[in-house]
């Protein structure tokens, strides 16, 4: 048994993981998410040559060069480029940060290593989560040891932890038509062009022990207004039951203002996991936004009973 926690800066959605049951706690786990949520795989296969080699030939190729061949690998995927494998040519992807770029260099280019013990973490014990955006990554995996002639099976299980406040925009789905706005002298990122039925959904929630949500609303402004409505939070799908909703007046303002409001979330809901969808309504006016959000954060406390 192994077990291993990753941080990854990126709102991470854990109905994308790549599901596999892999034979020991995967080195370098963070890299092979960040491949799975970028472009790679449209060019690449681990197993197989596509457009650009297979992953597990570029392991083999660069085997016995390991400082160099993370250097080489991870200059490869941010600025691109041809030679190594022949004429056709990787794109360029200035937009992968260099840290991130050299964790998918270094799972792509620990494919096929012989395992090496690897540090894991105790099997019970308690790890701090500091972190206020992105994601941890909880791996677990085990192999048994067969019976007769049934060969060890292994399994795995990822688990990830998000923080309690939650960017909007880094939700991980929206409906057609949302779209991130930023206000005039204000860095933060608002979703915008919540219309009538439109909504943004938080996958695999599980909302045990949390009593309520906090919303961070921006008004509207002097280039976008905002005709207020109603917003429903409903689970499984948009159209799923609902859990709670909230009533939204207009309110705009000369520049984008923000306010928090407060959703409370009834206390006999359903255990486990499930997609948080946020429906925004106004059947009388289904052609403006109904507010801007900027994030929503997770309470956890004491239910008030009576
Ligand atoms: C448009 C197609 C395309 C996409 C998208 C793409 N690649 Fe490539 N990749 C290629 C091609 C073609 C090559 C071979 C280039 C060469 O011959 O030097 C390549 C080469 C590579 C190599 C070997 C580098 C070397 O110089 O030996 C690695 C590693 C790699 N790609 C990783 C990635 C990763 C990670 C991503 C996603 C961030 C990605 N690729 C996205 C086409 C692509």
């Known amino acids: 048994m192994e077990t291993s926690v990753d941080y990854i800066e990126k709102a991470v959605n854990p109905n994308k993981l790549p599901k596999q049951a892999a034979e020991r706690a995967e080195p370098y786990v963070k890299g092979k998410v960040l ?57 360029a992807h200035p937009n992968i940060r260099e840290e991130d770029a050299i964790e998918m260099a270094r799972w792509i280019l620990a494919l096929g290593d012989p395992p090496k013990p690897k540090q894991t973490l105790p099997l019970s ?34 688990l990830v932890l998000r923080p309690a406040l939650f960017q909007a925009d880094q939700c991980d789905e929206r409906s057609r038509g949302v779209g991130n706005y930023k206000p005039f002298d204000n860095d933060t990122t608002t979703l915008n062009e919540l219309k009538h039925n439109a909504w943004f959904a938080i996958n695999q929630v599980d909302l045990q022990g949390i009593t309520s949500l906090t919303l961070r609303l921006g008004s509207g402004d002097y280039r976008n207004t905002y005709c207020g409505g109603r917003l429903e939070i409903h689970s499984g799908k948009p159209g799923g039951p609902i859990l709670a909703s909230l009533d939204i007046p207009a309110v705009n303002e000369k520049r984008m203002r923000f306010r928090e409001v407060q959703i409370l979330i009834p206390g006999n809901l359903p255990a486990g996991y499930s997609d948080l969808y946020f429906l925004f309504k106004n059947e009388v006016n289904q052609g403006q936004g109904v507010t801007g959000v900027d994030w929503v954060r997770f309470n956890i406390g004491m239910r008030n009973e009576g």
């Open 35 to 91: 491949i799975a949520g970028s472009d790679c795989y449209a060019c690449h296969a681990v197993d197989r040559d596509v457009n650009g080699p297979s992953f597990q030939a570029v392991a083999s190729k660069y085997r016995n060069n390991n400082d160099f061949a993370v250097a080489t690998v991870y200059r490869k995927i941010i600025y691109g480029g041809s030679g190594n494998w022949g004429q056709r040519s990787m794109s």
């Open 125 to 158: 014990g308690e790890y701090l989560l500091s972190a206020e955006k992105g994601a941890y990554l909880l791996q677990a995996s085990y192999r048994d040891r067969g019976k007769n002639t049934l060969p060890p099976l292994p399994a795995e299980a990822v």
